[in-house]
């Protein structure tokens, strides 16, 4: 019951920016946190930056001071800032969202994600 869409896959070369986005809706009581997660051939799913509801973020050591997580909790939406961008960062990205979410008279928490939105970096 609940949709998450990204927004902001692209072709980069190294050293440029790229900006994601991932709009959340559906049955949403509240949302815990959104984050963003990339897998790259032949590797597994890895945690890129979380954000809570609060505001406290946690960053991938490769990422940290290059990229940016922020959200505007008012309209379920978080955004991935990506600056210095490295051939290495090259994977499919994926949003996520830990909400606290509805059906009839049954109220639940569970992992939403998003399909996953390419990022490619050229050297």
């Known amino acids: 019951q609940v949709q998450l869409v990204e927004s902001g896959r692209g072709l980069v070369q190294a050293g440029g920016s790229l900006r994601l986005s991932c709009i959340a809706s559906?049955?949403?009581?509240?949302?815990?946190?959104m984050g963003w997660y990339r897998q790259a051939p032949g590797k597994q799913r890895d945690l890129v930056a979380v954000?809570?509801?609060?505001?406290?973020?946690n960053y991938a050591d490769s990422v940290k001071d290059r990229f940016t997580i922020s959200r505007d909790n008012a309209k379920n939406t978080v955004y991935l800032q990506m600056n210095s961008l490295k051939p290495e960062d090259t994977a499919v990205y994926y949003c996520?969202?830990?909400?606290?979410?509805?059906?009839?008279?049954?109220?639940?928490?569970?992992?939403?994600w998003g399909q996953g939105t390419q990022v490619t970096v050229s050297s």
């Open positions: 559906g049955s949403i009581l509240s949302i815990n946190a």
């Open positions: 954000i809570t509801a609060g505001g406290s973020t």
């Open positions: 996520n969202a830990n909400v606290n979410t509805y059906e009839g008279r049954t109220y639940y928490r569970r992992d939403y």
